[in-house]
């Protein structure tokens, strides 16, 4: 099953792989922190496996003048995996051994890796999640809190029945679970679309990126289908969405990027 479902897309390094594959990878460490890397699962002619990842980011803006040690053992990992031909979504986990070495080539850590076990296979993600390079903003409805803020993004990972952001970790308080919140798009080619939008998870708070990740459906989904908002919302899936690229040269989730900013709102 494991090696089926990776890429055969060898390189020469040293380390002499048969498969490998890239996962957006979910770590707890021993102390109980919790983090996102982008990494690289390898498999060798004997089963051996070996985790490739970026060395995470430093703590605070002291710390960051020297480099963050590698990962600990036994530390926990999930791999979060989805083949774009068949749009098949699987989550695998395991542990870190022991720390290898880091590659002279390609600078990732590499690390033991055991316990590999399928835990979900095509039940977890309904819709394909793709990323959208549009401008939009979440507003609070609440008018008891946050009433004259808006939180501004230049993009987001979208689906048809949702979308995932990333905020700082100042923001950590002012997503709640189950509140409602107004998401307006604003294309350039397009007069402006919103829809309200429900916090569906609680968020996940990321040690290594310093940030939050939320995920919000669309209420009333099923009877939004037949309007121009949702028209609109499949013409910028069809026409912008792409899958999220994994890049291992970067530690940082690939939707810090599009954050903007936090700005009062002023009446018109």
């Excluded at 990732?108 to 590999?116: H, S």
């Excluded at 990323?131 to 409805?141: C, D, G, H, Q």
Aim: proline residues 5%; aromatic residues 12%.
């Amino acid at each position: 099953m494991v090696l089926k479902m990776l890429d055969d897309n060898s390189k020469n390094n040293e380390f002499n792989s048969l498969e490998r594959g890239k996962f957006w990878a979910k770590i707890e460490m021993p102390d109980g922190s919790l983090g996102l890397l982008p990494s690289e699962l390898l498999i060798d002619d004997n089963d051996n496996l070996v985790l490739a990842c970026p060395r995470r980011s430093g703590g605070s803006s002291f710390l960051r003048l020297f480099k963050p040690k590698p990962l600990p053992a036994d530390s926990k990992l999930t791999l979060a995996y989805q083949d774009q031909d068949f749009s098949a979504f699987e989550i695998w986990s395991g542990s870190i051994g022991k720390f290898l070495r880091t590659d002279s080539i390609t600078g990732l850590d590499e690390y033991e890796f055991a316990e590999l076990k399928q835990e979900i296979t095509g039940s977890e993600r309904e819709f394909e999640r793709f990323i959208i390079s549009i401008p939009l903003k979440l507003e609070f409805l609440d008018q008891k809190r946050n009433l004259n803020k808006i939180l501004c993004f230049t993009g987001c990972e979208l689906s048809e029945n949702g979308l995932g952001l990333w905020l700082p970790i100042s923001n950590k308080n002012k997503i709640q679970i189950n509140e409602v919140y107004k998401i307006t798009f604003e294309p350039p080619e397009v007069e402006s679309f919103s829809f309200e939008v429900q916090c569906i998870r609680p968020h996940f708070e990321d040690s290594f990126s310093k940030g939050i990740h939320a995920g919000f459906s669309l209420i009333n989904y099923a009877e939004l289908k037949d309007t121009l908002p949702f028209v609109r919302l499949m013409q910028l899936i069809e026409a912008r969405g792409k899958p999220a690229d994994i890049d291992l040269d970067e530690s940082e989730h690939y939707l810090a990027k599009f954050w903007k900013g936090e700005f009062l709102r002023f009446s018109k």
